[in-house]
């Protein structure tokens, strides 16, 4: 190398320092942005956690770990005798097994919904896409409403089986987990057919095609071929359904009648009429580490499986 090149090869490493110390220069203000407001509430939250609750509500700045005690056990207020905290764990585990079906549901209905759109002429794709996204179109407490407009005793339902002498007494379905699982799966399915076309989309069925060409049965090409290819599509889409359906409110609060708490409804409770903010943080930061414990979950399946994320 010459001392000229050298020199130009100096100059182009010290012009693109500048340019990188300028993009970072000019990213500070939405990096500074954006971490106070992803982190600051968080933060606010841990430390609630660890204050003694007002007595009308908010906090008395002492500091006290009966909100963390408070969230897996609880105290016998006549003999102090110290137990789990059944309620709440019972609420954990309702919100985890109802967040895990809903995204069962949503990719047993969402997959050969996205495959019957992505097999679609080009012209007509869209015409389909358009009627997955038209629910957003309405808010979430309408929708709700109307999937127990069609569940409760006397809904939709309930009258047409009614009618045609199939029961003589109207079926509980409202106020149940089934109730809140038809709400949440009609709530987030489209979350789930979107990344699932999205993959699809770019599907080379040609492989299909050789698939069957070598006398593959259908299951085997789409056990083989199909899902392994669309996986970064079914992966995303269990996340964008798992994690709003762990925290919902607003459909177990309007389907389950206030019976069948989910961890939403939990923590609104002890910011309201609990009045125990300290415990309401608490929970909220074990929502978040369950959060967390999924994404990683599902993170860490990705890179098994060869998954790349751009």
């Known amino acids: ?89 019972s609420i954990f585990w309702r919100s985890i097994r109802l967040s895990t079906m809903t995204t069962l549901v949503c990719l047993i209905i969402g997959f050969p919904t996205a495959y019957f759109i992505a097999t679609r002429p080009q012209k007509d794709r869209n015409f389909w896409l358009f009627m997955v996204t038209i629910p957003f179109w309405t808010n979430l407490l309408i929708r709700t409403f109307a999937i127990m407009e069609v569940i409760r005793n006397k809904g939709i339902i309930n009258n047409v089986l009614t009618s045609i002498d199939i029961i003589d007494a109207p079926i509980q379905m409202l106020y149940t987990d089934a109730a809140i699982l038809v709400g949440m799966t009609y709530v987030y399915l489209p979350l789930m057919i979107l990344p699932l076309y999205a993959s699809m989309e770019k599907l080379d069925f040609n492989l299909i095609e050789a698939g069957y060409d070598l006398y593959a049965t259908r299951f085997r090409v789409l056990k083989q071929v199909i899902i392994p290819l669309v996986k970064p599509g079914v992966v995303a889409g269990s996340i964008l359904v798992f994690i709003p359906s762990l925290g919902a409110f607003v459909t177990p609060r309007v389907l389950g009648g206030g019976k069948r708490m989910m961890l939403g409804n939990l923590i609104e409770l002890q910011f309201g009429q609990g009045r125990n903010w300290p415990l309401g943080a608490a929970l909220s930061i074990t929502l978040l580490f369950i959060v967390m414990v999924a994404l990683l979950f599902y993170v860490k399946n990705a890179q098994k499986s060869g998954l790349k994320y751009d």
């Open 1 to 89: 190398m010459t001392t000229e090149q050298y020199q130009l090869s100096a100059t182009e490493v010290k012009v693109q320092q500048q340019q990188a110390k300028r993009n970072w220069l000019l990213c500070t203000p939405a990096l500074i942005i954006l971490g106070v407001a992803a982190s600051g509430p968080l933060l606010v939250m841990f430390y609630y956690s660890f204050l003694t609750p007002g007595n009308y509500g908010g906090v008395e700045f002492e500091f006290s770990s009966q909100g963390w005690f408070k969230v897996f056990f609880n105290k016998d207020i006549f003999t102090d005798s110290v137990g789990i905290a059944d309620a709440h764990l």
